[in-house]
């Protein structure tokens, strides 16, 4: 995903409070703090205008920000998101149990060497995942918060309600969602979809909650983003005639990355790789890749390489 958006866009992502590299050590992990730290993230970045991503508990928060700053806001992305926690969705009493045993699991074995706890909530967000993919995923967790901070993202995740709200959003939106999404059920995707005013909403023939690059409905997520941004990477008109794929492997290019490297970041033969090569250089009227890489850094390609050099 990171690939497949810094490609065409400038991506900026955070890691939110409590977790990854911000601070683990804060006292106020609510809603409202989430929205404050969002808002500081897009001042600093210096954005004005942009399209905003949210996924699973980011999609209410990225809504409330779009309620709050519509004049920043151009488009709005939303997969595996709720407008509602687990606490305010059907039976209360069994809603609460759920949560309280996602707690005590996170409580007990979330900092643990042995994975067995979090395998749990593993099994939930890439149940289709290789056993590789799986032990990534358990380890992941373990290095990215403390047991203490995971307990309390679960109570707060379970609290949060834009369904107020969310009829106020004004900017175009797109809402996916998994159709066996076991962390947040489909019909709580519908439901967000339904509440947004024009929203377009795509179902994903998937299991994981957090696509993976093998299956088919990444392919359709990322074919049903890219239709529905506007292309950033066209300060030259002359980059209008190559299609996602080519702007795609562009971007690789103007990384310095080679033929090989390309073919096993998108999936393809390097066979195919050359292909798409040959395609551009024609397209963009060059002789080769020395031309071709200057041309689309001078045009803003290559900047995801810089930020996480």
């Known amino acids: ?11 900026v992502r955070y890691d939110e409070r409590g977790c990854g590299l911000s601070d683990w050590d804060v006292v106020d992990l609510s809603f409202d ?17 942009f399209p ?25 992305v939303l997969h595996g998101g709720y407008a509602r926690g687990r606490h305010l969705r059907g039976n209360s009493a069994r809603a609460k149990e759920e ?36 032990r990534w995923f358990n380890e992941l967790q373990r290095v990215s918060t ?18 107020d709200i969310a009829p106020r959003v004004r900017c175009p939106t797109l809402v996916l969602h ?14 967000l979809a339904s509440l947004i005013p024009g929203a377009r909403f795509v179902s994903l023939d998937s299991k994981n909650h957090l696509l993976l690059a093998h299956e088919p409905a990444w392919r359709r997520w990322s074919d049903e983003v890219s ?20 702007r795609e492997v562009l971007e690789f290019l103007a990384q310095g990355r080679d033929n090989l490297q ?25 002789e080769n890749r020395s031309q071709a890489i200057v041309l689309a850094r001078e045009s803003g390609f290559g900047r995801a390489s810089e930020r996480t050099s």
């Open 33 to 49: 703090a989430w929205i404050d730290d969002l808002e500081t993230v897009v001042d600093a970045a210096g954005l004005e205008r």
């Open 178 to 191: 998994p159709v066996h999404d076991a962390v947040v059920p489909f019909d709580e995707g519908r439901l």
């Open 262 to 286: 390309i073919a096993a970041l998108l999936g393809r033969s390097e066979k195919t790789v050359r292909n798409h090569i040959t395609s551009i250089f024609t397209k963009l009227d060059v």
């Open 1 to 11: 995903m990171l690939h497949a958006l810094s490609s065409t866009h400038r991506l």
């Open 52 to 76: 905003l991503l949210g996924i699973s508990q980011g999609a209410p928060i990225a809504i409330a920000y779009a309620v709050r700053h519509p004049d920043r806001v151009s488009h709005l």
């Open 227 to 246: 239709a529905f941004l506007p292309d950033a990477a066209t300060a030259s008109p002359r980059f209008s005639v190559l299609t996602a794929r080519e």
């Open 146 to 163: 403390s047991a203490t901070n995971a307990e309390r993202f679960i109570a707060a995740f379970a609290d949060i309600d834009v369904t």
């Open 99 to 134: 949560v309280d045993s996602a707690m005590k699991l996170a409580k007990l074995g979330w900092g643990r060497e042995n994975p067995a706890f979090r395998q749990f909530f593993t099994s939930l967000f890439i149940p289709d995942g290789t056993a590789e993919q799986q």
